[in-house]
């Protein structure tokens, strides 16, 4: 991968899709804040079991990989917090190149069967940890971006389009592209790229332990699943093409993207896109109302 300077910020990067994100950024030879509330290897626990990763350690494994890995404990759903740590990053950086909005709150009871009124009330905090968040974070971080002109990628997913864990699931990937979408317009005369990315399975902790509680249920997934590497190294590849500008305010499939810059996986494997199975984004109308 060819190496870059530049300043990242991935939020929701203790593990899974955000740790790896960071990570393959970091290889690029960027400096990569990360944030998380995880701070003690295995204060999180999914149906009982200790998940792995804080912020410290990806952060140490930004600087393995090449670049320079600052961990933040931050709390997504505490705006203050969030204004803070874009304080600390204007001030020790001076601007921002790329933001991935990932944080995101995710209930035990995510992936279990049944309809939304017979699960826990709680999964609706996603739609505060993770499209408020995203919201906030993006809304410190403008004039930090608006310098650089820079990128805004939200990690999304086919259950934007499609009934994927339920309605709560739904609307905050659906929010976040729309968000994404809307965000474009105002950062369109600063040049601040922004989009939505519709990842496919990802091969995380969390992602195995739901497989082994559903048999069965997501071993067709699994086996053509992307790593989350794979995706950050296509929001790389996003950030460094000169002319990313064309794709702002657009939801996109990683892995049709991935295809158009040559980005592979990290076992060289070419990820598939889902959009024959699960349906793909719909374009929002261009009409501007202000």
């Not at 930004?62 to 670049?67: E, N």
């Not at 939505?196 to 249920?217: F, I, N, P, V």
């Not at 590497?229 to 460094?240: Q, V």
Request: charged fraction near 20%; charge should be negative; hydrophobic fraction near 40%.
């Amino acid at each position: 991968m060819k190496k870059t300077t530049g300043v990242a910020l991935v939020t929701g990067a203790s593990r899974g899709v955000g740790q790896g994100i960071a990570e393959a950024l970091g290889a690029t030879g960027m400096t990569v804040y990360v944030t998380g509330r995880s701070a003690k290897p295995g204060a999180q626990l999914f149906r009982g079991e200790a998940l792995h990763g804080t912020v410290f350690e990806t952060a140490e494994a930004i600087t393995a990989a090449g670049g320079h890995g600052i961990a933040v404990v931050c709390d997504h759903g505490d705006d203050e917090q969030v204004r803070a740590l874009m304080a600390r990053i204007e001030e020790e950086q001076g601007g921002l190149d790329i933001l991935v909005n990932n944080a995101l709150t995710i209930d035990d009871s995510l992936t279990e069967p049944g309809p939304f009124w017979s699960k826990p009330l709680s999964l609706v905090r996603m739609l505060d940890v993770g499209l408020r968040s995203s919201y906030v974070a993006s809304y410190y971080a403008a004039p930090l971006l608006i310098r650089r002109k820079g990128l805004v990628v939200f990690t999304s997913s086919f259950g934007a389009g499609c009934y994927m864990h339920g309605p709560a699931y739904g609307a905050q990937k659906a929010g976040g592209d729309k968000m994404a979408s809307d965000m474009a317009v105002d950062f369109e005369p600063h040049e601040v790229t922004v989009v939505s990315l519709w990842l496919g399975m990802q091969l995380t902790q969390r992602s195995e332990l739901a497989s082994k509680a559903h048999e069965g249920t997501y071993e067709q997934f699994r086996q053509v699943a992307e790593t989350p590497h794979f995706n950050g190294r296509l929001i790389s590849a996003l950030w460094r093409d000169p002319e990313r500008q064309r794709l702002s305010g657009q939801t996109l499939v990683s892995a049709e993207l991935a295809q158009g810059y040559g980005v592979r996986d990290r076992d060289e494997r070419q990820p598939i896109s889902w959009r024959e199975q699960l349906g793909g984004p719909r374009p929002f109308h261009p009409a501007r109302i202000g």
